[in-house]
Each structure stands twice: as structure tokens, then as C-alpha cells.
């Protein structure tokens, strides 16, 4: 990834794949339904006529939409104002801001993850901080709307974070210059001859960058790389078309992802293929970077790449949202947001709570707080979707188990000039071995 959009996790659209559709089935209605509804309609009039204060009727709706919708799961919900501003900012828009995506966790605003190359990321702002003070005002206790609208703002103002970091001995300040945040879905570079392409979101664009990122590699090389990491870290994901689109970039054949709905009938598969013919790396070694905040779109791209054996992946357990949302217009500027379906990877595995399991799992020991920093996932959400399938409880705590390989330290890796080691971990891994060992994905299963 939740999100408001892309600013609150536990509303889910930075950790969504997105389906858009113009409108919505009315759902059939029975006579069990109505009584329900008469219960309803009696206790709004009796709010209306009897509250302490005057409530007006858009209040009381909104509150029982948003209510009715919250029942069900952290991903569906109404968007409208700024939620709705939020929705079309994931997909195609900019805003000026610090690049912080954010949720609220008990009463308290709390960072998911920075934006690569932002205000936030460049000062330091790690995923797990807590915001209590902006401009020196408390915030705790206030919503989450109103923090964001604060942070936001014209480009080229300042603004004062106060934030608590879990194992820091006391609170943080940042003063931070607002910018016009740009989404940069894709960026590219060659590393030690390897094509380094780092995927931050799932926009329209994401994988016609893809494509041009191999072409653009292969001429600065004038010639092609020894391999490719494709980094999905922070991830939090985005349109389903894209993830779909960058998963073809790579395979030439199989399936990439299956969604099925309430019916056992109710299934739809996508191919490779169906958008890009043939696999554009060639064959090449691919190593694909995941972490805890690797989430929706991004897990259908490496659970694809993993289970047609195309990729190792390395790095973290993923976030572990397996469903996916309709987008649903319903006025202006409001939109219902609704889980719709689940996703399931070739081999008809579920992420859903249990995430993508790396083949290599790999540490990012080379940030000095990876062990104290708070990690969220999809099983942490309230009323999160049970994956059907049951989750075995040993891969949620794969995370505790400490590989003897990983014992350096964050100075030690400074000291050589590693600032990110599951990056350097992943181009020594193509480098030296001149592949990425295939058939991994099928026995770490």
C-alpha cells in the first residue's frame, strides 16, 4: 500500500488494485431486509427529533454510510472531498505536499511509508513514525483529514513536524519545504551492468515506463544487461490493468493473475500476452525486491514472476492485501469504493493476510532501526478479509527468525558504502552467479 486514498492505509488505495467501473448493481432486497431498514429509519428519526443538538441529514447519512461500509472490511468505503481528491491523486494526478502517505492508529497519525525522492523521504522520515505536532500544534486525538490538509499545501512553504520514533529517546523535528509531489511511477538506472528498474506505483503510465526502462538500459549499455531487479519495495499498488501490463513486460506465456468473486463461477483470468508479446528481458536473470510495504498490484506482479518461476524473489513478506476494489462514480466528486473480488496468483495462492513469501529472504540491515521500526501488514488491519484459504500462522512469524548471513551492522555497511543491502544483496546475487536461479518459487512454497 490503508489508504485514504494514497494517505491511509486502512482505507486502502495506495495498497489497491483498482478496477473502475461507471456503475453498480442494485443488490436484490428481501423482506428481512426491509424490517432491518424500518429499525434504521426509527432510530434516524429518533436521532433527528431527539440528540441533545441539531444534527442535519447529510451528517447523519454520511455517517451511516461510512459506518455500513466500515463493517465490511478496510478497503471499502465512500470517497468523497478530499478522500475523493486522494483516489484521483493514486491514478494520475499531483498535489503539493511533503510526499508522506499516512494513516491514523489510535488517535494518532501515523507514517505507513515516505514517497521516494520527496521532502519527507529526504529528511529522514521512516515508516512507523508517529506525528504529534504540526507547527508546534498537537494533533493527536484530531482526524486524519485534517492533518493531511495541513501537511498539504502551496509549493515552497515550510512546515514543522514534531514525530515520536519508536526506540528513539525523544521526539523529532522536521522542518520541511513543501513540493509539487509528481508521480514518478517508474525509474531506472544501470548498476554494476545490471538494469536496476524501481517501480514505485501503478498509474497509467506504469508499464509503458516499464517497456521504456528496458529500451533505455540496453542503449545506455549498447548492449543487454546481465539482468534485471525490478524493485517493488513501499509499493503500495494501484490500477490491476498495469500490474497485469508490467507482469507481460516479463513473461511470454502462463497466467499472471485470476480474480473471483462472490460466485464459485465468478472467476476471471488474466494472460500473458493479452497486452505484450513475448518476454522484453530476453530470458535475463530477474530478481524482484519486496518488503512489508510491498502491497496489492505489487503482489500480483511478483507472485506472478514467482510462481512462473520468471523471478527470485528477495527481501521481506509483502503487506498481504489480496482483494481487489471497484471503483464505483457516484457523483462529482464522491466515489463508493467496494470489495468486489479476490485475486489468486498462477498457482491459486492467496496473499491475502499471509503476503508473497521471498525466496530469499534478505533483512534491510543497513537501516539502523529495521529491528524497533513497527511494521503494519494486511493481518493488522481491523476486519481485514479472511484468507480462505487459512493462513499457516508459521509464515506470519517468519519475520522474528534472524538469519545468521545478515549480522552486519548499519555502520559497518556505511563504512563500505552500502546505504540499501537488499539492493546490493540483489545485484551481487546477478552479478556473481550471472543468474537468478529458477524453480526456487515452487520449493519455498
Given at each position: 500500500m490503508v489508504l485514504r486514498s494514497l494517505l491511509q492505509v486502512t482505507a486502502a488505495v495506495s495498497a489497491l488494485a483498482i478496477i473502475p467501473v461507471?456503475?453498480?448493481?442494485?443488490?436484490?432486497?428481501?423482506?428481512?431486509?426491509?424490517?432491518?431498514?424500518?429499525?434504521?429509519?426509527?432510530?434516524?428519526?429518533?436521532v433527528k427529533s431527539d440528540y441533545v443538538d441539531k444534527v442535519d441529514d447529510k451528517t447523519l447519512v454520511d455517517g451511516a454510510i461510512q459506518g455500513m461500509l466500515?463493517?465490511?472490511?478496510?478497503h471499502s468505503a465512500f470517497e468523497d472531498g478530499l478522500a475523493f481528491d486522494n483516489l484521483k491523486i493514486q491514478t494520475d494526478g499531483n498535489y503539493g505536499g511533503l510526499g508522506l502517505v499516512v494513516t491514523m492508529k489510535d488517535g494518532a497519525v501515523q507514517v505507513v511509508a515516505p514517497t521516494e525522492d520527496t521532502p519527507a523521504a529526504r529528511a529522514g522520515i521512516k515508516s512507523g513514525d508517529f506525528i504529534t505536532h504540526l507547527d508546534g500544534k498537537f494533533i493527536v486525538g484530531g482526524s486524519l483529514?485534517?492533518?493531511?490538509?495541513?501537511?498539504?499545501?502551496?509549493?515552497?512553504?515550510?512546515?514543522?513536524?514534531?514525530?515520536?520514533?519508536?526506540?528513539?529517546?525523544?521526539?523529532?523535528?522536521?522542518?520541511?519545504?513543501?513540493?509539487?509531489?509528481?508521480?514518478?511511477?517508474?525509474?531506472?538506472?544501470?548498476?554494476?551492468?545490471?538494469?536496476?528498474?524501481?517501480?514505485?506505483?501503478?498509474?497509467?503510465?506504469?508499464?509503458?515506463?516499464?517497456r521504456k526502462a528496458i529500451e533505455g538500459i540496453t542503449k545506455q549499455l549498447g548492449h543487454a544487461p546481465?539482468?534485471?531487479?525490478?524493485?517493488?519495495?513501499?509499493?503500495?499498488?494501484?490500477?490491476?490493468?498495469?500490474?497485469?501490463?508490467?507482469?507481460?513486460?516479463?513473461?511470454?506465456h502462463g497466467e499472471i493473475v485470476s480474480q473471483r468473486g462472490r460466485e464459485k463461477?465468478?472467476?476471471?483470468?488474466?494472460?500473458?500476452?493479452?497486452?505484450?508479446?513475448?518476454?522484453?528481458?530476453?530470458?535475463?536473470?530477474?530478481?524482484?525486491?519486496?518488503?512489508?510495504?510491498?502491497?496489492?498490484?505489487?503482489?500480483i506482479v511478483a507472485g506472478a514472476l514467482q510462481d512462473q518461476h520468471r523471478a527470485m524473489v528477495m527481501g521481506e513478506r509483502s503487506f498481504g492485501k489480496g482483494s481487489v476494489q471497484s471503483i464505483i462514480q457516484m457523483g462529482e466528486r464522491s466515489a463508493l469504493r467496494l470489495t468486489?473480488?479476490?485475486?489468486?496468483?498462477p498457482?491459486?495462492?492467496?496473499?491475502?493476510?499471509?503476503?508473497?513469501?521471498?525466496?530469499?529472504?534478505?533483512?534491510?540491515?543497513?537501516?539502523?532501526?529495521?529491528?524497533?521500526?513497527?511494521?503494519?501488514?494486511?493481518?493488522?488491519?481491523?476486519?481485514?478479509?479472511?484468507?480462505?484459504?487459512?493462513?499457516?500462522d508459521?509464515?506470519?512469524?517468519?519475520?522474528?527468525?534472524?538469519?545468521?548471513?545478515?549480522?552486519?551492522?548499519?555502520?559497518?555497511?556505511?563504512?563500505?558504502?552500502?546505504?540499501?543491502?537488499?539492493?546490493?544483496?540483489a545485484l551481487q546475487t546477478i552479478v556473481h552467479t550471472g543468474a537468478a536461479p529458477r524453480g526456487v518459487a515452487a520449493k519455498n512454497r
Amino acid at each position: 500500500m490503508v489508504l485514504r486514498s494514497l494517505l491511509q492505509v486502512t482505507a486502502a488505495v495506495s495498497a489497491l488494485a483498482i478496477i473502475p467501473v461507471a456503475s453498480g448493481a442494485m443488490a436484490s432486497v428481501d423482506t428481512g431486509s426491509y424490517r432491518e431498514l424500518e429499525t434504521f429509519m426509527e432510530v434516524y428519526n429518533r436521532v433527528k427529533s431527539d440528540y441533545v443538538d441539531k444534527v442535519d441529514d447529510k451528517t447523519l447519512v454520511d455517517g451511516a454510510i461510512q459506518g455500513m461500509l466500515a463493517a465490511l472490511d478496510p478497503h471499502s468505503a465512500f470517497e468523497d472531498g478530499l478522500a475523493f481528491d486522494n483516489l484521483k491523486i493514486q491514478t494520475d494526478g499531483n498535489y503539493g505536499g511533503l510526499g508522506l502517505v499516512v494513516t491514523m492508529k489510535d488517535g494518532a497519525v501515523q507514517v505507513v511509508a515516505p514517497t521516494e525522492d520527496t521532502p519527507a523521504a529526504r529528511a529522514g522520515i521512516k515508516s512507523g513514525d508517529f506525528i504529534t505536532h504540526l507547527d508546534g500544534k498537537f494533533i493527536v486525538g484530531g482526524s486524519l483529514d485534517e492533518a493531511i490538509e495541513q501537511m498539504r499545501g502551496k509549493p515552497g512553504t515550510s512546515i514543522t513536524l514534531t514525530v515520536v520514533r519508536p526506540g528513539a529517546d525523544k521526539p523529532l523535528q522536521f522542518t520541511l519545504v513543501r513540493e509539487t509531489i509528481i508521480q514518478k511511477p517508474v525509474k531506472w538506472e544501470v548498476k554494476d551492468g545490471v538494469g536496476y528498474i524501481n517501480i514505485n506505483t501503478f498509474t497509467a503510465t506504469t508499464t509503458a515506463d516499464t517497456r521504456k526502462a528496458i529500451e533505455g538500459i540496453t542503449k545506455q549499455l549498447g548492449h543487454a544487461p546481465i539482468g534485471y531487479v525490478v524493485d517493488l519495495r513501499e509499493n503500495g499498488g494501484g490500477l490491476l490493468s498495469e500490474a497485469i501490463g508490467v507482469s507481460d513486460v516479463f513473461l511470454s506465456h502462463g497466467e499472471i493473475v485470476s480474480q473471483r468473486g462472490r460466485e464459485k463461477n465468478d472467476i476471471e483470468r488474466y494472460y500473458a500476452e493479452s497486452m505484450i508479446p513475448g518476454d522484453l528481458a530476453k530470458g535475463l536473470p530477474v530478481i524482484v525486491l519486496v518488503d512489508s510495504g510491498t502491497a496489492s498490484a505489487s503482489e500480483i506482479v511478483a507472485g506472478a514472476l514467482q510462481d512462473q518461476h520468471r523471478a527470485m524473489v528477495m527481501g521481506e513478506r509483502s503487506f498481504g492485501k489480496g482483494s481487489v476494489q471497484s471503483i464505483i462514480q457516484m457523483g462529482e466528486r464522491s466515489a463508493l469504493r467496494l470489495t468486489t473480488a479476490r485475486y489468486y496468483t498462477p498457482s491459486g495462492h492467496s496473499v491475502q493476510e499471509g503476503g508473497i513469501k521471498p525466496d530469499v529472504p534478505v533483512p534491510q540491515i543497513s537501516d539502523p532501526d529495521y529491528k524497533t521500526r513497527p511494521v503494519l501488514r494486511e493481518a493488522d488491519l481491523r476486519r481485514h478479509l479472511i484468507n480462505t484459504a487459512n493462513v499457516d500462522d508459521s509464515v506470519l512469524e517468519d519475520d522474528t527468525k534472524t538469519d545468521p548471513r545478515f549480522s552486519a551492522t548499519a555502520d559497518e555497511l556505511k563504512k563500505k558504502g552500502i546505504d540499501d543491502f537488499q539492493l546490493y544483496y540483489a545485484l551481487q546475487t546477478i552479478v556473481h552467479t550471472g543468474a537468478a536461479p529458477r524453480g526456487v518459487a515452487a520449493k519455498n512454497r
